[in-house]
């Protein structure tokens, strides 16, 4: 129990919210959960490693050893392994950097998975409309700690804005796009 002022909050924790949503989660198959981790696994940590070991291999004994010049710039593979990496880290970073920071390709990937994951663009707009919801009522929260009245436009507009929440809370389904329309109308990036 937190006290701040005359108010008192009971906050849930971490472990309690936990518990919560394993009711809402269900049984997913163990199969495919595996399929899934094994997927990440393998595409995430296994084939890069070995793409990496497969090209400074095939680049070094296909490409340096047959070129005198290039030879005396790497004369083993382990001198060669060791510049490109030292190289290699650094550019690939400011690469992935350039990519996330600097771009439009991370943001048009984004946009990508908000529009055929229906699961990522309901959480957006559950957020947006918590975060409206919430800004909203601390205004009327203000204003009454301050033994202000609400006036009836404010009242009314409460009263418009919790029908046209329900209203599209009760229209939207995972395969009506409701949620990907409220997203293009009401967010702005």
Not at 24 to 47: C, D, I, L, Q
Not at 86 to 92: E, Q, S, V, Y
Not at 121 to 146: A, D, F, H, S
Request: aromatic share 16%; net charge positive.
């Amino acid at each position: 129990m937190y006290k701040i002022n005359k108010f008192q909050f009971n906050l849930s924790s971490d472990i309690d919210i936990y518990e919560k949503n394993l009711k809402f989660v269900g049984k997913n198959s163990t199969g495919f959960r595996f399929w899934y981790y094994f997927r990440t696994g393998y595409a995430t940590y296994f084939a890069f490693i070995l793409a990496a070991i497969n090209t400074l291999t095939v680049t070094y004994f296909l490409a340096i050893e047959r070129f005198p010049a290039l030879q005396s710039v790497f004369p083993t593979f382990g001198q060669y392994v060791l510049i490109i990496t030292l190289i290699g880290i650094p550019l690939l970073t400011g690469i992935g950097f350039i990519h996330y920071k600097r771009t439009k390709a991370f943001k048009s990937e984004a946009d990508v998975l908000v529009e055929s994951n229906p699961y990522q663009g309901r959480n957006i707009v559950n957020i947006t409309i918590i975060l409206n919801l919430t800004l909203r009522l601390n205004e009327m929260m203000i204003k009454q700690l301050n033994d202000e009245k609400l006036t009836k436009e404010e009242l009314e507009d409460l009263s418009k804005l919790q029908k046209e929440i329900k209203s599209f809370l009760s229209e939207r389904t995972f395969y009506n796009k409701k949620d990907l329309e409220y997203l293009k109308k009401n967010i702005t990036i």
